[in-house]
């Protein structure tokens, strides 16, 4: 049973696409998370979802928007793809309700996106 | 702000070496520290966690003890192996904030 999982594993597509990747977890969790790392595996913090509130939003374009129909599921829909934003996405959950202390973060195995 | 410094990699070691992995944090509050580690072609896990100062995490023969004094939370094992070769990375998370800082990670590689 996959706690935290993600589709596709792989995307490859052309700039100016729009294209989305879906994240799910049944951990039960109330708090999720996008994350982006780049080819020198740095890894930063997207979005977060609170029980389907946004929580966090980093300095993020406004092409990336989260959507998150329940708080199991938290999509990222990615409007007119640019070559920079090639890079791993990783989806996380974490039990931590916003306001208490944050709880251990599980991972989805990533997204490998490449924008030709 | 809140933010985590590890040792830049890459990091090479011989089957049974000893390994340690700095890593200094930054934090305002009372944070809990994590090492995370990633294996190739796959998502983070955590390896292992501490909440409080002077705690130690174990887990897989992996230590590190959370040193409020020196705000520093290094990873250490006494015998390294080839299946330990990684990405790992240090975070925190402070009380009240909703948020993991990462660092920006090390990568190991363990040879025969």
């Known amino acids: 049973d996959t706690a935290v999982s993600q589709t596709p594993k792989y995307l490859v597509t052309q700039m100016g696409n729009d294209k989305s990747i879906k994240c799910e977890q049944n951990l039960g969790h109330d708090t999720m998370y996008w994350y982006k790392q780049d080819s020198k595996k740095f890894l930063k913090i997207m979005f977060s979802?609170?029980?389907?509130?946004?929580?966090i939003n980093e300095t993020v374009p406004n092409r990336f928007s989260p959507k998150s129909p329940d708080k199991a599921h938290l999509n990222l829909h990615i409007n007119s793809l640019e070559l920079g934003d090639s890079a791993v996405y990783f989806c996380a959950s974490s039990q931590g309700t916003a306001g208490e202390h944050t709880d251990t973060q599980y991972f989805g195995p990533g997204t490998r996106l490449t924008v030709l | 702000g809140n933010s985590v410094t590890q040792m830049e990699g890459p990091v090479t070691l011989s089957e049974e070496a000893f390994l340690t992995i700095n890593c200094t944090y930054t934090a305002t509050g009372y944070p809990s520290l994590f090492w995370y580690v990633q294996y190739p072609g796959e998502g983070l896990q955590l390896l292992l966690k501490a909440t409080k100062a002077d705690d130690k995490g174990s887990n897989k023969g992996f230590e590190a003890t959370y040193r409020k004094e020196t705000t520093s939370f290094h990873l250490e094992k006494g015998s390294v192996q080839v299946s330990d070769s990684a990405v790992y990375f240090c975070?925190?998370?402070?009380?009240?904030?909703?948020?993991?800082?990462f660092g920006a990670g090390t990568r190991l590689t363990v040879k025969p």
């Open positions: 975070a925190l998370s402070v009380w009240g904030i909703n948020d993991m800082r």
């Open positions: 979802y609170n029980n389907k509130e946004l929580i």
